[in-house]
């Protein structure tokens, strides 16, 4: 079983729609979570990482469920520059082993 | 500017020709990773190190090499590359995180390799 599951996409929507991924993690001793964008050909960027209590910045809104072992990524009011892959990351324990979901492609057509 | 630097960017090889890339980072961070992102497998870890001297293998280390002899660089050897080396190498580093919580990484550029 993978570590980290996400559905691939792609998700078409339009500007101003409102968006909603989400990822499945098989250990339950993971730790830290997060979500990555990644924009294609470039490095991933850490878009935001995933607090118990949930947390927000701006129009992004990221959720974590224990119980049921998955974390979620909502995108209000999308942007064209919104238009990535959207990657989620877990880590298990203080080291440093990342693993990646193969990421959810987003287009936000105008 | 806080960053980690790869080179090279883009690299066409041999089989068999012994290559390395480099990896630094300016943000006195004490972890540092390698990984590589094939179509439809995504970003896979190759090895990692905690601080200076200490590495481990991550899920794919096999035809892989790293050394950690300075807290900024962490360098990935390829003693004899073959084809199914293909793909995009990234380097990342991160702070030592605190109790339980890491702090997500930073990556580099990239490198895209071709082995032929």
């Known amino acids: 079983r993978k570590e980290v599951e996400q559905d691939p996409g792609p998700f078409n929507v339009p500007e101003g729609a409102t968006v909603a991924f989400n990822c499945t993690y098989s250990?339950?001793?993971?730790?830290?979570f997060f979500w990555y964008r990644q924009d294609c050909r470039k490095e991933p960027k850490l878009l935001m990482s995933?607090?118990?209590s949930g947390n927000e910045d701006g129009r992004f809104t990221a959720q974590l469920n224990r119980a049921s072992q998955y974390i979620s990524l909502l995108i209000r009011d999308s942007k064209l520059s919104d238009s990535a892959t959207y990657l989620c990351?877990?880590?298990?324990?203080?080291?440093?082993?990342?693993?990646f979901g193969t990421g959810t492609s987003l287009t936000v057509i105008p | 500017e806080a960053q980690v630097t790869q080179n090279p960017r883009y690299l066409i090889t041999v089989t068999g020709k012994k290559l390395t890339v480099t990896c630094s980072q300016n943000?006195?961070?004490?972890?540092m990773s390698w990984y590589r992102q094939d179509p439809g497998l995504g970003l896979r870890q190759i090895y990692y190190?905690?601080?200076?001297?200490?590495?481990d293998k991550g899920d794919v280390p096999e035809g892989y090499k790293v050394s950690r002899k300075e807290k900024r660089n962490f360098p990935l050897i390829l003693e004899s590359p073959s084809p199914n080396q293909t793909s995009l190498y990234f380097c990342?580093?991160?702070?030592?995180?605190?109790?339980?919580?890491?702090?997500?990484?930073?990556f580099g550029s990239g490198t895209r390799l071709t082995v032929v």
């Open positions: 990342a580093s991160s702070s030592k995180g605190q109790g339980l919580f890491n702090y997500g990484y930073t």
């Open positions: 250990n339950s001793a993971s730790q830290s």
């Open positions: 995933v607090y118990s």
């Open positions: 990351v877990v880590n298990h324990n203080t080291g440093n082993q990342f693993y």
């Open positions: 943000m006195n961070h004490e972890y």
């Open positions: 190190s905690m601080n200076v001297e200490v590495t």
